[in-house]
């Protein structure tokens, strides 16, 4: 995983006696993207004391994971469940809400459901609630619902960035703030005295289409192999019709409004592998990939020529690039436009246990 400057701390809010397992599943996965989990483990009792707590720990976290399976949760006072009352004080406070639904609720067990015909009409409601305008996944097992924070997770930090927490020798000391506050006060004074006028950046000139660029494609380890290192070369233009087809992205509905986002790890994978199979012979599935890097330069270089709607739009690619790409498949050979500058194309087995131990001689 690259390693980012910021981190931000993850509120991750459930019922709590039926979902421990998920709970801690959820936690690890925040863990594992660099950033903070803020849980009440230490406090599973609910009462009104806790909760002013809680909502100070909601004051200073930048996203909130809200988990929902069987159970509407413990009801206070005023007939909400504590659960509830902490999604609405977040929503309040205009924190991003990620909710994990469980995609199957019929096939929860008996024990970790609601048992009365009130507590499910609540639930019902609550579910009805918070999946109107929110960024909602479902999930069904464990597994899916760890894959489903960390996708939720890196499309909030991409089109909803927050605040944040950086390392102390990271920020801009005191001293220089106060700097630069002076010289913005300054700048002030220049354009109150001279009036406000704009500066005509030229923009660069886009690499031509059929302008060579060099793309590593890195060993990608799966259970059974990983692949080799190497080099090659191609046309801007002649990588179009794969990166099109192996981009591998989603669709969220994030306050009502329908937007793409790239899963920028299994696309790097897909257009790697595919690019090594292009230029061997050998069965590359998932041996192979990308830097996230080349990544975000063919997409940039795409969005320029206008092959590509920028991240926020409901598709990634305009009716203009889905023709191209057909014409591009049906009149060229793609695999001509590439050459290999350095390395081979191979792909090795995983090591078994027996493996090593045979080379280890002691």
């Given at each position: 995983m690259a390693l980012r400057e910021k981190r931000y701390q993850v509120f991750i809010s459930s019922t709590f006696e039926d979902l421990k397992e998920e709970r801690r599943a959820v936690q690890d996965a925040v863990i594992s993207t660099g950033d903070f989990p803020v849980q009440m483990e230490s406090f599973p009792a609910a009462d009104e004391d806790q909760f002013e707590f809680i909502k100070s720990l909601i004051d200073v976290c930048d996203y909130y994971v809200l988990i929902v399976?069987?159970?509407?949760?413990?009801?206070?006072?005023?007939?909400?469940?504590?659960?509830?009352?902490?999604?609405?004080?977040?929503?309040?406070?205009?924190?991003?809400?990620?909710?994990?639904?469980?995609?199957?609720?019929?096939?929860?067990a008996m024990d970790k459901s609601e048992n009365t015909n009130e507590g499910k009409e609540r639930l019902e409601l609550f579910i009805r609630e918070v999946s109107t305008g929110r960024l909602r996944k479902n999930w069904k097992t464990v597994d899916e619902l760890k894959l489903a924070v960390r996708e939720a997770l890196d499309h909030a930090r991409a089109t909803k960035p927050r605040v944040g927490w950086v390392r102390g020798d990271q920020a801009a000391s005191?001293?220089?703030?106060?700097?630069?506050?002076?010289?913005?006060?300054?700048?002030?004074?220049?354009?109150?005295?001279?009036?406000?006028?704009?500066?005509?950046?030229?923009?660069?000139?886009?690499?031509?289409?059929?302008?060579?660029?060099?793309?590593?494609?890195?060993?990608?380890?799966?259970?059974?192999?990983?692949?080799?290192?190497?080099?090659?070369?191609?046309?801007?233009?002649?990588?179009?019709?794969?990166?099109?087809?192996?981009?591998?992205?989603?669709?969220?509905?994030?306050?009502?409004?329908?937007?793409?986002?790239?899963?920028?790890?299994?696309?790097?994978?897909?257009?790697?592998?595919?690019?090594?199979?292009?230029?061997?012979?050998?069965?590359?599935?998932?041996?192979?990939?990308?830097?996230?890097?080349?990544?975000?330069?063919?997409?940039?270089?795409?969005?320029?020529?206008?092959?590509?709607?920028?991240?926020?739009?409901?598709?990634?690619?305009?009716?203009?690039?889905?023709?191209?790409?057909?014409?591009?498949?049906?009149?060229?050979?793609?695999?001509?436009?590439?050459?290999?500058?350095?390395g081979a194309v191979e792909v090795r087995e995983q090591f078994s246990n027996s493996d090593l131990d045979d080379e280890i001689p002691f």
């Open positions: 399976a069987g159970r509407y949760g413990t009801v206070a006072a005023d007939g909400m469940s504590y659960t509830e009352k902490e999604y609405r004080y977040a929503v309040s406070q205009n924190v991003p809400i990620l909710v994990m639904l469980h995609g199957d609720r019929g096939s929860i005191r001293e220089t703030l106060e700097e630069l506050n002076e010289v913005r006060k300054e700048n002030a004074k220049f354009r109150d005295a001279l009036g406000e006028y704009d500066i005509d950046l030229p923009l660069p000139d886009l690499p031509a289409p059929d302008e060579m660029l060099e793309i590593d494609l890195l060993p990608n380890t799966t259970s059974s192999g990983y692949g080799s290192c190497v080099t090659i070369k191609l046309s801007w233009i002649g990588i179009f019709p794969l990166f099109k087809h192996n981009l591998v992205w989603s669709l969220s509905d994030w306050d009502d409004e329908i937007s793409y986002y790239i899963e920028d790890s299994k696309s790097c994978v897909k257009i790697g592998s595919a690019l090594a199979e292009e230029v061997s012979n050998v069965d590359t599935e998932n041996r192979f990939k990308i830097g996230m890097n080349a990544l975000g330069k063919l997409q940039s270089y795409f969005v320029e020529c206008g092959l590509m709607h920028p991240v926020g739009e409901e598709q990634p690619f305009t009716e203009r690039a889905k023709r191209f790409a057909r014409r591009q498949m049906v009149t060229n050979d793609i695999s001509a436009k590439f050459e290999i500058v350095s």
